[in-house]
């Protein structure tokens, strides 16, 4: 764990040093903000992908100065980090690449594209065979842009190596989720989500590394541990970035553990993986687009996908209840709520609600209610 | 809880007694340095109270430069 905690110690320090390197020796960087922009196509030509931070209440009165408030709070911080020039890591990307999961980012690129070049991927909003077409198109419209920026192309054999890269970076995480199945889990939901969160910047084939190291000595560790009696919570809904530790911090302030993240930077990021078979580009891009719209994101309608996650996790990970973590203002996740606690009612299942945003003014009344919610399970 | 903590002019020296103290089995959680004890973005060492004495006398032998042992509440 120590050397996650030391990416996060010296996050404007070494990583950033490994960027400019990459710069001066031609090498592009490319900002993403969700898990729907293809590492893969990043990788292949040669770029470094950087998931940018966006959960920090250091940006939302920057944000603020060119967003109305009423809207969601990854979106102001993200949007003030450039505005106010004030993240390394947006100082680094020759690119950012957004998406149009929800209104509010897909109107903040129009805002953002003053500061920096800004690539949009029109995300379709259902599944149909034709919207998985339409993915492939904006696949095919992002490597053209890549190649562009980067000069180089595409070609099978260096996104057949990415693919591969990423279905080991994929894994890697997926064995440290497998590992919290344990009673007691053997790390904490806290440090589990840190490893999550380094995910998205880090350099991949360290982070696999670094990854099976810790999940080498957690295997060690599930030998000697004894149940906690803690309760077992899982975590559903909005993403948490860098560095919105704050719900994980409250609940395991409490009488309870979290052991699994039913979000952007937890299973969804990592679930499902993508196929190398195919001798063409284009086939590639064929299995690319099935994995990447078989994510289950709210954005999507219907969504009947999420639920049924939901209650896989809940009984691979053996939860006690569900809390429904939703930053303020993200409508398609705060309306699925609805549906989510009906199915989960029927289950039996305990869920909590929390619509927060990354303020510390309401932590005394989450921990209140958090407590009330482990003590009714 | 209270922590302890030992807090570096940098990352590197910060790396050196992380090193050091890995070689001698010795347990220690790499941190960032606490708002409260510095606004910089450094690395600092957690350390368990029982080993002070070892630790000091590892940073001498080895000349690591620190800024200083601290605890926390």
Same mark, same amino acid.
């Given at each position: 764990m120590n050397y996650f905690n030391f990416v996060v110690a010296e996050i404007h320090g070494a990583r950033i040093l490994e960027l400019e390197n990459h710069k001066k020796n031609g090498?592009?960087?490319?900002?993403?903000? &969700?898990?729907?922009?293809p590492d893969e196509i990043i990788l292949a030509t040669n770029?470094?992908?950087? @998931?940018?931070?966006?959960?920090?209440?250091?940006?939302? #009165?920057?944000?603020?100065? *060119?967003?109305?408030?009423?809207?969601?709070?990854?979106v102001k911080a993200f949007t003030g980090a450039k505005v106010s020039q004030t993240c390394p890591y947006f100082q680094s990307c020759d690119m950012i690449v957004g998406e149009t999961t929800c209104d509010a980012k897909k109107k903040a690129w129009e805002i953002m594209n003053d500061y920096m070049p800004v690539h949009v991927m029109e995300l379709p909003q259902m599944k149909r065979d034709k919207n998985i077409e339409q993915w492939k198109d904006e696949i095919k419209l992002f490597i053209d842009k890549m190649e562009e920026l980067t000069g180089n192309k595409v070609t099978v054999e260096n996104l057949k190596k990415s693919i591969d890269l990423m279905k080991r970076k994929r894994r890697a995480l997926k064995h440290l989720y497998d590992l919290r199945k344990n009673t007691p889990s053997p790390i904490s939901g806290l440090d589990a989500l840190l *490893?999550?969160?380094?995910?998205?910047?880090?350099?991949?084939?360290?982070?696999? #590394?670094?990854?099976?190291?810790?999940?080498?000595?957690?295997?060690?560790? *599930?030998?000697?541990?004894?149940?906690? @009696? $803690?309760?077992? %919570?899982?975590?559903?809904?909005?993403?948490?970035?860098?560095?919105?530790?704050?719900?994980? $911090?409250?609940?395991?302030?409490?009488?309870?553990?979290?052991?699994?993240?039913?979000? &952007?930077?937890?299973?969804?990021?990592?679930?499902?993986?993508?196929?190398?078979?195919?001798?063409?580009?284009?086939?590639?891009?064929?299995n690319l687009a099935i994995r990447y719209m078989d994510i289950n994101c709210a954005c999507?309608?219907?969504?009947?996908?999420?639920?049924?996650?939901?209650?896989?996790?809940?009984? #691979?990970?053996?939860?006690?209840?569900?809390?429904?973590?939703?930053?303020?203002? &993200?409508?398609?996740?705060?309306?699925?709520?609805?549906?989510?606690?009906?199915?989960?009612?029927?289950?039996? %299942?305990?869920?909590? $609600?929390?619509?927060?945003?990354?303020?510390? #003014?309401?932590?005394?009344?989450?921990?209140?209610?958090?407590?009330?919610f482990l003590e009714m399970i | 809880m209270t922590r302890h903590y030992i807090l570096f002019p940098n990352s590197n020296q910060g790396i050196k007694l992380t090193n050091c103290l890995k070689k001698e089995n010795i347990s220690f959680v790499i941190s960032p340095t606490p708002r409260k004890l510095s606004t910089c973005c450094g690395i600092s060492v957690i350390y368990d109270k029982e080993n002070e004495d070892k630790i000091k006398r590892i940073i001498e032998q080895e000349n690591i430069e620190i800024n200083g042992f601290f605890t926390l509440d």
């Open positions: 090498g592009k960087v490319v900002g993403t903000f &969700c898990v729907f922009v770029a470094i992908s950087v @998931g940018l931070c966006s959960g920090s209440q250091f940006w939302i #009165e920057d944000g603020e100065k *060119v967003l109305p408030r009423n809207i969601c709070p990854l *490893v999550s969160q380094v995910a998205f910047s880090d350099d991949p084939e360290r982070f696999i #590394e670094k990854t099976e190291e810790l999940c080498a000595e957690l295997e060690k560790r *599930v030998e000697s541990l004894k149940p906690s @009696g $803690k309760k077992r %919570i899982m975590v559903t809904g909005t993403p948490m970035a860098l560095p919105n530790w704050k719900l994980h $911090k409250i609940v395991e302030s409490l009488d309870a553990e979290i052991v699994v993240e039913e979000t &952007c930077t937890g299973t969804r990021y990592f679930e499902n993986e993508v196929s190398t078979d195919g001798n063409t580009v284009d086939d590639l891009i064929d999507f309608t219907p969504n009947e996908g999420r639920v049924e996650d939901i209650l896989k996790y809940a009984d #691979e990970y053996n939860v006690d209840g569900v809390i429904y973590y939703n930053l303020s203002f &993200c409508h398609t996740y705060s309306i699925e709520h609805e549906r989510v606690s009906k199915v989960l009612k029927e289950k039996n %299942i305990p869920l909590l $609600k929390i619509e927060t945003d990354y303020s510390e #003014e309401d932590e005394g009344q989450i921990k209140t209610r958090v407590e009330a | -």
